[in-house]
């Protein structure tokens, strides 16, 4: 990396947590200098503007959660019922760190989004739909070998985990409570164990 793309990442990585905590409308031009002790001048001497910034910190942010995320459909988990349990426990494991980073940002930037930002609004539509592309393809897979029930709807299976997940994690984070997220992730297991599954449990 040039001394500048070192620099571009560096502010990325310092705002990420800003950003999605703080809000990609409501963080200012001075937030982001505190937050990376760099002058206002050397900010947008790497950015054109706040809203170029907002984009990159988002696509940052919602990359490391899908790194993430997508390790439980990687080949360390060799069937396919092991790999959508694995994306269960993945959000299990690792809620109060999502949390503790304000949240979902996936969630985050399309509530703030919506009508304010089409620019950051058609990045989290991308990210919602790669999203239900990998459950989908990995129920797919499932099907094709002849582990999961080939009358399910994998986009529709996807797009229903996906809205229990966030739903869970919206509740869970506005109450304080986690038993929302662990109600959203039962009924993903059931679903998982009860529907999908064509093997007696």
């Known amino acids: 990396m040039s001394k500048a793309e070192k620099t571009k ?3 990325i990585e310092k705002t990420a947590s800003l950003f999605n905590t703080k809000g990609y409308l409501s963080t200012t031009l001075s937030d982001i200098a505190q937050a990376t002790n760099l002058t206002k001048g050397s900010i ?30 990687s080949d360390e988990f060799p069937t ?44 989290v539509k ?3 739909e790669d999203w239900s592309g990998k459950i989908s393809s990995v129920i797919i ?4 070998n002849g582990d999961l029930n080939e009358k399910a709807n994998a986009e529709e299976y996807a797009s229903i985990f ?3 997940l966030e739903g869970g994690i919206l509740l869970s984070k506005t109450t304080g409570d986690e038993k929302f997220l662990n109600l959203a992730l039962d009924k993903i297991t059931h679903m998982i164990d009860k529907e999908l599954n064509i093997l007696p449990s």
């Open 9 to 11: 990442q560096f502010i």
């Open 44 to 73: 947008y001497g790497n950015f054109a503007n706040k809203d170029e910034l907002a984009i990159e910190v988002y696509k940052y942010n919602s990359g490391v959660l899908s790194k993430s995320m997508s390790r439980s459909f």
């Open 80 to 123: 396919t019922m092991k790999k959508l349990h694995a994306f269960v426990d993945f959000y299990r494991k690792n809620w109060r760190s999502v949390f503790s980073n304000g949240g979902c940002p996936l969630m985050n930037a399309a509530t703030e989004s919506d009508d304010i930002f089409p620019t950051l609004k058609n990045q």
């Open 126 to 128: 991308k990210s919602f």
């Open 141 to 144: 897979q499932g099907q094709k």
């Open 162 to 164: 996906i809205m229990l």
